[in-house]
Structure formats: C-alpha cells, structure tokens
C-alpha cells in the first residue's frame, strides 16, 4: 500500500568518503505531503546527520532544490504520492559542487549574478521629494515575469550548457540581468551589455530550453536569452558602425 | 567580490560536478534537442540538392531530366524523405521559438504568443504557395 | 561599451537562415524530392525552369536561400559537435564557416550561370 515510500538519497560524508553513496530509508507517504517532509522526516526520527536546505517549505525562498528522480524539483512543491510506489531517488543539484549530502556550493551564481548588476541603474537618482518613479501596468508587464526569479538554481541544473562549460553565465543570472533592463526605472542597459555580450554570456547559449521547463515560477529564462541576443546582436553592430567614445 | 578572499575551510572537499559527454542519451527532452540541431545536416543536404538541380538545367534537358531520374533512385529517395521529415521539424521547433524570443507589439499593446506564432505559420504557407505557383502553374 | 567579436554576426545570420530554410525548403524539397520523381504531379518542363531561374528576383532570392542556409547549418552545426560531442577546437569553426563561404561562393557562381 502507499503507506510508505523508499527514499534513496545521495550522501556525500567529505573528509570520510570521497565519493557519493546512497542510503535508504523508508518515509510515510500521507497524499499531503511532499519530498521535503519525507527529508523533514528522516531527519528528524531516522538520521539526524542528513543535510540539506531549505526554508519556506512553499516556493518562494528557492532554498530547497534538488534532483528529484533526475529532474531538478523544489522538494518542497514536489508530492511524494506521486512517486508511489516509489523509490524515490534525490539527489543534490545537478552542475554544482556538492560540499556535503544534499547541500551544493552556489558560490559560482552568486558572483556572476553580481556581474549582471540585478539593481536599479540610474544616471541621477531622482531627489527623495520629486516623488515616486511612476509605472504604468503595462510597464510593469514588460518585465514582471523575470522578477519572479527565486534564484533557485532549477534551471542552472537543467542546462547542458551550464554543465559542459562552467563559465557560462547561465540561465537566471540572464534572465534577473533582463528584469532591470527592461524596467523603466533603469537606465543601466549599457552597464550590462558588456557582461552578457561576452562570449560566456549569452553567446554560449543554444536554446535547448530546458531552463524554462523546468522553472517553479514560470520566469521563462530561454525566452529572456533569445530576447537578449536581438538586443545585444543589435548593440554589436551599432557598436561597429557608430563606435562610441568610451563611456 | 576581490579575488583576493580566502577559500572557504570547505573548498578542497568538495565534490566537483561531473557531465556525461552523452548527457543528450538521458533524457527525450535532451535527445530532440540534438535531433533539433542536427536538422542543419539536412538543411545543408538541401543546398547541394537545389544546387545540382540548377547546374543540371544550366547543363541542358537531357541534364535536367537525368537529374529527375537520379531523384527517384531509391537511396536519394529514402534520404529527401528523411530530409524532408527533419526540414519540417526544423520549421515546427523555429517557428514555435519565434513567440518566446520576440515580443511585438502594437502601439501598448503585446501581440499574444499565438498570433505571433500563427503569423510565422500563415507566411509558411503564403512562401510555399508561392513556389507551388511557380513550379507548377504560371 | 561592446566589445567586438563574430558571434553576434554568425547569430543573425543563423536565425535569418533558420527562418529562410524553414520557409521555402520543405515545399522546394517536397515537389523536387519526393513529388516530382514519384509521379505525383508531373515536374516542370527544362524551358519553364530556364525561366523561373533567370528571373533575377527569383535567383537572388534563391541565392539568398543558400547562402543563409548554409550559414545557419555552419553555424548549428558548429555549436551541435560542442554541446554533443565537446569538440571546439578553433579549426571547426573555421571549417565550418570557410565551407559555407566556399559553398556560397559556388551558389552564386551556379545562379549566375544559369541566368
């Protein structure tokens, strides 16, 4: 009966193995909960040595990625009823160096992020008593879709790219990079270009896509990186025939 | 974010991550990618086709109609109809890229994804109509 | 400030191939290669060919064909033997790109010929 379910979950012990294993363990299986709370579980009652993150427990914190049976889930929005009968395989996120059991090193997203400069760019900030920088609903709608990002590494673990050459820039550090360039308030455009008209930035891409699949907050990076490649490919010519004095 | 930081205690116990040079043989989703990709064999196949079909009637009729004869051997057949069936899929997968990668739009307005979408399709026909017409009516 | 280099240019060019190819090669592929010598429809004859080739909007936009699609193969094909079999060595993109120019070249030479 689904009353219980097999986790198999990677372990990775530095300093007393060298390599991941495997343990198992055998989790309840209410229809209600989800791979977190099987994890929650083994934690708290079978083997409290298991390490892994995560926070909210409801999509927003992008905290508790990892690969649920090969693809990159949030375990928290993942449902244990719909592996049964199991087992269920979880393993850390794809890509990315696993410092210990199901806990990656996201060292590298979190500079090239900075990279992107994911903050409102402006030439001159408008004085605290000019008032509030206004956006129409369609302003807004030019890119709230890329605000939705939780930075939480889902698609990074999806892409090919990402995993063949490291030094690609990758899918939401593009995609945040969007967000500011197509909100009004910016005037940051330019600062941008530079970082993603590189050949690791947004040349590398080849739209497998998978990154908007496999994203919990329907972000759509692939769809900002082919957008982007227009604008940049754009820049680039201007750039040559109308070459700018440097700024 | 100065290079200059010391690593992490951590660093040296990591385990790094590691990719399959077959990573596309995992997953269907990875392996109609590369099928994707590789409809690019076929669109260049297409090239030296139509190239020969012109220095055959640049050559003459009795060319032209070798070359019409030569199309229908078996083994040319066989590889116009894998042609023919990547070429589609090429037009299918770029075609449903188009939505994603442009947004148009009309004055404030965003054009939906689908009208882009059926736009593409709608000038795949009008293009084919066209060669249609020029084969084989005027 | 951008800086210069090939891989925005061998982009456009792709994607303008890309949509030429998907355009007009699947119906030209069809009546040439599957309809034409099967029978299904009867092929046009030398003199209408003549014709329709030496109709310079036609030869260029047929030129125009080869030369995007060539390049949107190169190109594909290029970034394909790296993301599938991790082969990016500097000459494959020479390779491929020199064939294209090379295989255009031939286009035009063919095209021009015929007219």
């Not at chain 1, 449902?79 to 269920?88: E, I, K, Q, R, S």
């Not at chain 3, 030369?67 to 993109?93: K, Y």
Request: charged share 15%.
């Amino acid at each position: 009966m689904a009353d219980q379910i097999k986790l198999q979950v990677a372990r990775y012990r530095p300093g007393q193995e060298s390599e991941a294993t495997f343990d198992d363990y055998d989790v309840p299986c209410p229809k209600e909960w989800v791979v977190l709370d099987g994890l929650n579980h083994v934690k708290d009652r079978i083997d409290g040595t298991l390490s892994y993150r995560w926070s909210c427990r409801m999509g927003v914190c992008g905290s508790c990625g990892m690969m649920v049976n090969g693809e990159p889930k949030l375990t928290c929005a993942t449902f244990l009823a719909d592996y049964a009968p199991g087992p269920v395989r979880i393993e850390p996120l794809r890509n990315f160096p696993v410092i210990r059991d199901l806990i990656v090193d996201i060292g590298d997203f979190m500079r090239k992020l900075a990279t992107v400069k994911p903050w409102i760019v402006r030439e001159e900030e408008k004085p605290l008593s000019a008032g509030e920088y206004r956006q129409t609903p369609e302003q807004l709608d030019d890119y709230k879709q890329y605000s939705m990002c939780i930075n939480c590494m889902l698609c990074y673990s999806a892409c090919p790219v990402y995993g063949l050459d490291p030094n690609f820039i990758g899918p939401a550090a593009i995609a945040l990079a969007q967000r500011y360039n197509l909100d009004s308030r910016d005037e940051g455009s330019a600062e941008r270009v530079a970082v993603l008209s590189e050949h690791a930035g947004i040349w590398g891409c080849t739209f497998v896509g998978e990154c908007t699949k496999v994203c919990p907050k329907n972000v759509d990076p692939a769809g900002a990186i082919q957008r982007y490649k227009l604008t940049a490919a754009v820049e680039t010519v201007k750039a040559f025939f109308m070459p700018r004095g440097a700024q | 974010m100065s290079q200059s930081q010391e690593q992490p205690e951590y660093q040296h116990r990591v385990l790094p991550p590691h990719i399959s040079t077959f990573w596309w043989l995992e997953k269907g989703s990875y392996f109609a990618f590369i099928l994707r990709e590789l409809s690019c064999v076929f669109v260049a196949w297409f090239v030296v086709y139509l190239l020969l079909l012109v220095r055959a009637v640049g050559q003459g009729d009795a060319a032209y109609q070798q070359f019409l004869a030569w199309s229908a051997t078996p083994l040319i057949l066989l590889v116009n109809i894998v042609s023919l069936l990547s070429l589609v899929f090429h037009a299918v997968t770029f075609f449903a890229a188009a939505p994603q990668a442009m947004v148009v739009k009309v004055g404030p307005n965003k054009v939906p994804g689908s009208l882009v979408l059926a736009g593409h399709y709608a000038g795949w026909v009008a293009a084919s109509a066209v060669v249609c017409w020029l084969l084989l009516g005027a | 400030m951008v800086r210069q280099h090939s891989e925005p240019y061998l982009w456009l060019l792709f994607s303008a191939g890309g949509v030429l190819s998907a355009m007009l090669m699947p119906s030209l592929l069809l009546l040439f290669g599957i309809a034409f010598p099967l029978g299904w429809v009867s092929p046009p004859t030398h003199e209408h060919m003549l014709t329709v080739l030496g109709n310079p909007p036609t030869g260029l936009v047929l030129l125009g064909l080869c030369v995007l699609s060539l390049f949107h193969s190169a190109h594909r094909f290029r970034h394909t033997l790296h993301d599938a079999a991790r082969l990016a060595h500097p000459m494959i993109a020479v390779l491929c790109y020199g064939t294209a120019v090379a295989a255009s070249a031939f286009a035009a030479y063919l095209l021009w010929q015929v007219s």
